[in-house]
């Protein structure tokens, strides 16, 4: 019998972002995706925040009663299924592989990030990337990038992984970083890894933290050599 794999997509992102890996992993996985909500097609709820997309998460993994699934997250995807491991006591997450998700997530690196995330500056700056927003989450793009800035900067506050948090997760850890990744450092991956009791890192050679600049190849025999068939 096949294993469960779920795949998460990063912030701003959609499922069909995922499909290229999950084509490399379906021969030997019973393989997973769905969008949180907010983003796509898919209607926003009540509040757009870690907390939020993790509870997906569990209703994916009930709808569905998949046991003991291994998760795959891109950036907040990552995030996602940490914070859920971390903060619910029924996670059955059996393993979880991170590709280019950060964890310095301090006041001075979330300054830097919330202009990349105002609507007015990426549209006059950024055509191309204003073009696949629009492609990807239609008429609500904008009010996505701004629910986004609202969750970092509320990140301290409501949903942020802290050291604590990632030393109660009891599962093996692999955090995945991309070679020429300019998201996230070398440094954050090494803190976190040092917090969690069970994982490694793997560096991803001639890869962006884009999934779509990524070496999926590479990404997809880590996860095939580390869980089998």
Not at 61 to 88: D, R, T
Not at 97 to 105: A, E, L, P, Q
């Amino acid at each position: 019998m096949k294993k469960n794999l779920i795949l998460l997509h990063a912030e701003l992102g959609i499922k069909e972002d995922l499909q290229p890996l999950k084509e490399l992993l379906d021969e030997h996985f019973n393989v997973h995706t769905f969008t949180f909500s907010g983003h796509g097609n898919v209607a926003a709820q009540d509040e757009f925040r870690v907390e939020q997309f993790a509870n997906e998460l569990s209703e994916y993994i009930a709808k569905h009663n998949l046991n003991s699934p291994y998760v795959f997250g891109h950036g907040l995807g990552g995030y996602v299924a940490l914070f859920h491991k971390a903060n619910f006591e029924d996670s059955p997450i059996k393993k979880i592989f991170t590709y280019g998700t950060k964890f310095n997530w301090s006041p001075g690196v979330i300054a830097k990030e919330l202009p990349l995330l105002d609507p007015q500056v990426v549209q006059e700056k950024f055509p191309q990337l204003t073009a696949l927003f629009k492609k990807k989450h239609g008429d609500k793009w904008r009010w996505l990038l701004q629910s986004m800035a609202h969750l970092l900067q509320n990140l301290h506050k409501l949903d942020e992984i802290t050291a604590d948090d990632l030393s109660e997760i009891n599962v093996p850890v692999t955090l995945m970083l991309g070679d020429q990744d300019r998201v996230v450092s070398s440094e954050e991956t090494q803190m976190a890894k040092k917090n969690l009791k069970l994982a490694d890192i793997q560096i991803i050679a001639h890869s962006k933290h884009e999934m779509e600049r990524a070496n999926l190849k590479e990404i997809s025999r880590i996860i095939l050599n580390d869980i089998g068939d």
